[in-house]
C-alpha cells in the first residue's frame, strides 16, 4: 500500500475562516512534507516533518500552521487566509533509512486538497 | 545546486505516435531523477526513477527513460501515445539538504494527444 490520503478534496473558505487540511498515511514513512501547487505550475515546498518535528518552514505565513500529532497523520491549520492562497495543498512522505533520509527515496504524493479562499 | 530544466511547456502528438518529453539536469554529485505525472485535479504519481545501475529504466504505463551523463539529460519516452496518457509530466531531481530529502521539480510539460 502505497497511499496518502488527503481531505477534504475541496474546500471553500472565506477569509475569516479557521479550517483545517488532513493527511494520512500508513506506510511507515517518518518523513511527512506540504506543498502548495498554483495552476501551470510544479509544487512548492510549505513545511517538512521528519520523525514528527518540524524541520523546514519554507518562510511561509503564519496564517498556515502545520501539525504532525502522530506518525501518520499531518494537519495543515488554515486561518485568516487571502484569495491568493487558493491552490491545491498536496502532502506527501517518504521513508528513512536507518534513522536518516537518503535522497534516493521516493515521495508519495496524496491527491491534494483544492482549496479556494473568497 | 541542483536543478532540471525541462524543454518544452506543451507538446502535441497523435494517438500511436512516439511521446518523448525532455529533461536535463544540472548537479554536482551523482543525481537521482524521477518522473513524476500529474492528471487534472490529482497529486503526482510517480512513473519511474533512476538512482543507480542500469541507464535505461522502465516505468509504470510503458514509459521509459534513459539516463545519459555526456548529455546531463533524463528524457522520457513511450513507443505509442495513449488518450489517457494526457497529463502534466514533471521531471525531478533530489538532494539532502538540512537533514531532509529536497526534491526539485522542472516546470512541467503538458501532453496533449490528439486522436
Known amino acids: 500500500d502505497t497511499e496518502v490520503t488527503q481531505t477534504p478534496k475541496h474546500l471553500v473558505m472565506g477569509m475569516t475562516n479557521k479550517k483545517s487540511l488532513k493527511c494520512e498515511q500508513h506506510?511507515?514513512?517518518?518523513?511527512m512534507y506540504w506543498y502548495k501547487q498554483k495552476a501551470k505550475k510544479p509544487p512548492e515546498l510549505m513545511f517538512v516533518?521528519?520523525?514528527?518535528?518540524?524541520?523546514i518552514n519554507e518562510s511561509v505565513p503564519s496564517r498556515f500552521s502545520p501539525e504532525c500529532p502522530n506518525s501518520s497523520l499531518l494537519n495543515l491549520h488554515l486561518h485568516a487566509l487571502q484569495p491568493e492562497d487558493s491552490a491545491l495543498y498536496l502532502c506527501?512522505?517518504?521513508?528513512?533509512?536507518?534513522?536518516?533520509?537518503?535522497?534516493?527515496?521516493?515521495?508519495?504524493f496524496g491527491a491534494g486538497t483544492r482549496l479556494s479562499v473568497l | 545546486a541542483q536543478s532540471v530544466t525541462q524543454l518544452g511547456s506543451h507538446v502535441s502528438v497523435s494517438e500511436g505516435a512516439l511521446v518523448l518529453l525532455r529533461c536535463n539536469y544540472s548537479?554536482?554529485?551523482?543525481?537521482?531523477l524521477f518522473w513524476y505525472v500529474q492528471y487534472p485535479n490529482q497529486g503526482l504519481q510517480l512513473l519511474l526513477k533512476?538512482?543507480?545501475?542500469?541507464?535505461l529504466v522502465k516505468g509504470i504505463n510503458g514509459f521509459e527513460a534513459e539516463f545519459k551523463k555526456s548529455e546531463t539529460s533524463f528524457h522520457l519516452t513511450k513507443p505509442s501515445a495513449h488518450m489517457s496518457d494526457a497529463a502534466e509530466y514533471f521531471c525531478?531531481?533530489?538532494?539532502?539538504?538540512?537533514?531532509?530529502?529536497?526534491?526539485?521539480f522542472g516546470t512541467g510539460t503538458k501532453l496533449q494527444v490528439i486522436p
Open positions: 525531478a531531481v533530489t538532494s539532502l539538504g538540512g537533514g531532509y530529502q529536497k526534491v526539485t
Open positions: 506506510m511507515g514513512h517518518r518523513a
Open positions: 516533518y521528519s520523525y514528527e518535528k518540524l524541520s
Open positions: 506527501a512522505s517518504s521513508q528513512d533509512s536507518g534513522n536518516s533520509f537518503l535522497a534516493k527515496n521516493i515521495q508519495y
Open positions: 533512476y538512482t543507480t545501475g542500469a541507464t
Open positions: 548537479s554536482s554529485v551523482p543525481p537521482y
